[in-house]
């Protein structure tokens, strides 16, 4: 059965680099049918989607994160993780890794068909 | 980006009741709609992709419809296991969005 499970700190210090790791288990992240991504939700903005990557490494971000946001992929440790720099308190949010699945398989467009449980990231000094 | 809102923000409903949430789109997203139930403390799940396709395990008294700028989700006959917040997200375009949620709550 698959799962994602999110990991890293749960404090990050304003104008640091958030950084949180994404650990998939029961299928191989170089699965060629699906995409890996980030979405946060927070209690003023809701449920926000912060981008997604491919097992090759091809990302798409979202416009109002991508100067700040990086999405990178460890096939070898079946790993994906986010960075997002520049951090302030608007970044405060519980952070969910999702699988992507296109359905149908010939569409451009991907459903977030399986979620990790979430970590919560508060930005304060 | 295209805005999603969904209508009501909240809705109280008895064991038993049919109820409805509607999504509405800034503009047009196809059938590319998705509907997530969310419980408190929990990650969101996905009910429906497509507008109206049922994910797998997802019980039959779930259902979606509508194309273009308009989608319903519709529990037919709710059970206690019902209760929590529905998200709709378009995934048409990019940035994909959600609506703001509607909690649905015991009456």
């Known amino acids: 059965q698959l799962q994602l499970q999110e990991s890293g700190p749960g404090l990050v210090k304003p104008s640091e680099t958030l950084s949180l790791s994404c650990t998939v288990s029961?299928?191989?992240?170089?699965?060629?049918?699906?995409?890996w991504g980030w979405i946060r939700q927070s209690p003023g903005k809701g449920l926000e989607w912060i981008g997604r990557?491919?097992?090759?490494?091809?990302?798409y971000y979202n416009p109002s994160l991508k100067s700040r946001v990086t999405i990178s992929v460890d096939t070898s440790k079946n790993q994906f993780s986010l960075k997002l720099s520049s951090v302030t308190a608007a970044d405060t949010a519980v952070y969910y890794c999702a699988r992507h699945a296109n359905i149908p398989s010939w569409s451009g467009s991907q459903y977030m068909d399986v979620w990790g449980k979430g970590t919560t990231v508060t930005v304060s000094s | 980006d295209i805005q999603m809102t969904q209508s009501p923000s909240s809705v109280s409903a008895s064991v038993g009741d049919r109820v409805t949430i509607t999504c509405r789109a800034s503009q047009g997203v196809n059938s590319w709609l998705a509907w997530y139930q969310q419980k408190p403390g929990k990650a969101p799940e996905l009910l429906i992709y497509a507008a109206s396709s049922l994910q797998s395990g997802v019980p039959s008294r779930f259902s979606g419809s509508g194309s273009g700028t308009d989608f319903t989700l519709t529990i037919s006959s709710l059970q206690p296991e019902d209760f929590a917040t529905y998200f709709c997200?378009?995934?048409?375009?990019?940035?994909?969005?959600f609506g703001q949620g509607t909690k649905l709550e015991i009456k």
């Open positions: 997200q378009q995934v048409n375009s990019f940035p994909y969005t």
């Open positions: 029961g299928d191989s992240i170089s699965t060629s049918t699906y995409y």
């Open positions: 990557i491919y097992y090759s490494g091809s990302t």
